[in-house]
């Protein structure tokens, strides 16, 4: 029985340290889409964080990292913003070509750094924080309130983001801008400047993402680290609605999922894991099959500004 | 006696709890141009749908040709001989005028043929066009033009307009309206919808006035007057004459628009749209800008907006500066954002609860829900979906945010583009009270009649060059803005 409440609490405080990147390079996606950018490159920039958090923790502690990671993925979002948001390049192969380039440069670069083995890199890590009282709450207490500050960030940032899509004006012009270019630029928005902000501001949460897979997770860098996570960030900005809040529930849900996978192994199948491997992401199918047909993109999403 | 072209009778349709026809009918015989006028939401638009098989009427018979029609698709239509022009284009940009019609006439894609058989049917229309263009870079007229070759491709012999003319300069509207009674008098049948009672009477040899889903009128267009249509039309009570024109222009205040020697690039693409322009508009005053498409007056009227960087020259307007874009569904407002929402963008620093940074929803719902009423809008509350008001509605949300600023400056592109003749009064008397109150409207139109009734003085824009005529004068306007005068 204690095992079982055991079991249960590992995996609730798994499914929280999962959804963690998840949550921040979503909610950082989310805010690029609502501005009418689509940036497949957050992949790319949650690498080149993971990498400059690596770099930079072990060359002046977890917090250089992690400003390090906010720098790396906000200067790859950049380069996209000035591609696709400027130039009114295709969003989709701009972003792709983004996540390519920052595959094979975050190689480079690591290897320069580290040699081709690798092995053995340990880098100084954040250490879980607990909150007083509270993460002796049963079950619940270590998955919400002893975890890594990033987490708290990642939550702290759900309110935040939506108080500033909803209630401020720059939320207004900004989702105006994702909405109709057109009519924004009429009414005074400065439709690049507005993208081009939302899509660095994206890149710079997908950095702190791959810098919480580094820092708060694995402690260590490899090369394709982040496997495919970014992309499930924009799956999970389409069914949290585009909302925060939603984005919250589905990171959640896609933390969940992972973690189950985990407890699936741990429990000893005969099942191959790799079958488990892809559980999130059948999930994600499903949740999407079912959410798409109910769900309304913003209008100029993946439309660069017309000229005139 | 030859059973007519096309006779609907007894049409119903409704949409949800709106009723759009109760009982309208339309005959149109063959060799005829006849106009179908009514106000925005007669249902003129819808009728001429039904006949097109865009809609299907909730009942009444359809005859083509004296036999029995079921109409259920555009396809049925066309085999009928019917062919619909609509009012925006829904021609594939990216393929050739050429390839534009062989699409729809089923033509064999064959480039040298269908160029032929394009060249053969335009020249004999009288309706010239380059069939290499792309569709997509045509002007607007010809983006017409190629949707009426289009249906005669199709050896449409019924052709069903929806405002032809909407979008044409006058004399261009000319050109058209003579074609179209040109293909008609051949013994086909034209059916024009419109709001533009002089146009109607004069091109048309018969007319009929919807007014909430019924025919009020059916006569000859040289019996009626422009005084019995409009009665029809709206109901009683008349056309609302414009008041006569007079001008609020304050002499002893300083200009509010001054330009001098300004040259503004064109919007968008290289080259300048705007030579050495000088105007001064006073306060109070009301200027229009007579222009056919691009002669420099979109970028004119953007530059006085603030929205372009002119290249050189002398720009002076006074601050707040309101601008009404063209079109209302994709520059005046975000149709998926709320009326509150599209009310605080718009007006940026004085916007109901703008504060700084912040925006209060509450003030902002309740300031719009006072324009709602102030303006007699009809709309589901400031938190309904712009999308969801009708264009008239739309129109007067965007002049209630514009002159909610008290502007010191309106700066307005085609404000009635699309209204109704009672909606476009009232436009017309809030940009008057406006100027009344001392403020100095600049606008444009594409409508003649518009600019000379609401204009205190006209200039016209062609080639990119400011002229102001010697005499407020239709014809010597009208050669002037195509630059033969």
Redesign the interface.
Known sequence: MTDGIELLAGFLAAAVRVATPLLLAATGETISERGGVINLGIEGSMLAGALAAAIGSSAGGPWSGLAAALIAGATLAAVFALVSVHAGADQIIAGTAITLGAVGLTGAVYRAYYGTAGAGLSIPTLAPVEVPVLAEIPLLGAALFAQPLTTYFAVALVPATWWYLFRTRGGLALRAAGESADGARAAGVRVRATRTLAVVAGGALAGLAGATLVLAQVGTFSERMTAGRGFIAIAIVVLGRWHPGGVLVAALFFGAATALQFVFQASGTAVPYQLFLMLPYVLALLGLAGAVGRVRAPRDLGRPERAS | MIPPALQLRNIHKRYGSTTALAGAALAVEWGETHALLGENGAGKSTLLRIAGGLERADGGPIEVGGGRAVIRSPRDARRLGIGMVHQHPTSIPSLTVAENIALTAGWRVQPREIRGRVLELSGALGLPIDPDSYAGRLPIALKQRLEILKALAARARILLLDEPTAVLAPLEAEELLRVLTGFAGVGNAVVIVTHKLREALSAASRVTVLRHGAVTLVGNSDTETPDSVSRAMLGGAGRPEPSATRSDARTSEPPAIRLQALDVAR???YGIALRGAALSVLPGEIVGIAAVEGAGQRELMRAVA??IEPLRGVLEVRQPVA?V?E?RT????????SLA?NM???M?EQAPG?AG???S?KAASAATADLIARFGMTAAGPEAQAGTLSGGNQQKLVLARALARNPKVIVAENPTRGLDVAAAAEVHRRLREAAAGGTAVLFHSSDLDELLALSDRLVVASGGVLREPERRDRDLVGRMMIGAA
């Open positions: 919007d968008g693409r603030g929205l601008f874009p079109d994709t520059e005046g407002l975000i149709l998926p954002l929402e605080v963008l718009g940026g703008v940074a912040l925006v929803w």
